[in-house]
């Protein structure tokens, strides 16, 4: 399942929301052109991802932001900042544009710590935003619980766009992260960072809380119906056709 785009797009410009998605694929470009040898690539990383054996160790603190502007491939970047857009703009505009970037960096750096913890002696690098969005993703929850998020089905040779209300897809998506964690070893090194990703939406559902409680709690949810404020877009019928096996 993937999320292509939700139906209440925000009303004004994220600016924090863009600024992130440019700042990851310029650096991800940058990369590209002047690391060529997989020594580069594994100094870059040493030096500016997240490495928990260099952390316990005293060392290496910076990683844990700059790892977030980090990522290991196309799809990796692309899956990224897919979610981001998603789900960044209308939690940036409800929060504002500083604070919503200072929750960003909070949630990042909180998910780089949970990883941290679930393997203080791991010397794999762990890269990616994944953290910070899965925090994004924690506050949009709590915030828009029954916004509509379209989700491309791919099942072999079949495609289906279906619309789903947020909080099946995030807690869906939630419940994989915590099986994931609980699955693999964590001695064993490399692989997805099941644990960064869950205890990124849960902070990011506990750091929206205050703001959700300003808004009314229960309350804001009644004037909302669990919606973002703004109209829902009106998308055409999708191009993707359904392909079934003859």
């Not at 909070?106 to 990883?115: E, F, K, R, T, V």
């Not at 791919?154 to 994931?180: C, D, H």
């Not at 849960?202 to 949810?221: N, Q, V």
Request: hydrophobic content about 50%; overall charge positive; some cysteine.
């Amino acid at each position: 399942m993937f999320p292509i785009r939700d139906h209440n797009p925000s009303a004004g410009t994220p600016y924090i929301t863009l600024t992130l998605i440019g700042v990851n694929v310029a650096v991800f470009l940058i990369g590209l052109v002047l690391f060529q040898s997989e020594r580069d690539w594994n100094q870059l990383y040493f030096n500016y991802a997240m490495i928990p054996l260099r952390i316990t160790n005293g060392e290496g603190y910076a990683g844990l932001v700059t790892s977030l502007f980090l990522h290991g491939g196309l799809m990796h970047l692309g899956g990224n900042m897919l979610f981001l857009w998603i789900f960044g703009d209308n939690l940036e505009e409800e929060m504002g544009h500083i604070p919503f970037l200072i929750f960003y960096l909070a949630c990042g750096i909180g998910a780089s710590l949970l990883q941290l913890a679930s393997a203080p002696l791991s010397p794999v690098p762990t890269v990616g935003a994944s953290g910070a969005i899965a925090g994004v993703m924690g506050g949009y929850l709590l915030l828009f619980p029954k916004a509509k998020v379209d989700i491309l089905i791919i099942f072999i040779v079949f495609f289906r766009i279906l619309p789903l209300p947020a909080w099946i897809m995030l807690a869906i998506w939630f419940a994989l992260q915590l099986s994931g964690g609980f699955r693999i070893d964590t001695s064993a090194g490399g692989g997805i960072a099941y644990w960064a990703h869950a205890g990124g939406f849960i902070i990011g559902f506990l750091g929206t809380l205050p703001l959700w409680l300003r808004r009314g709690g229960l309350r804001f949810w009644d004037r909302t119906h669990g919606h973002p404020p703004h109209p829902e877009a009106r998308y055409g019928r999708s191009n993707i056709p359904r392909v079934r096996r003859r």
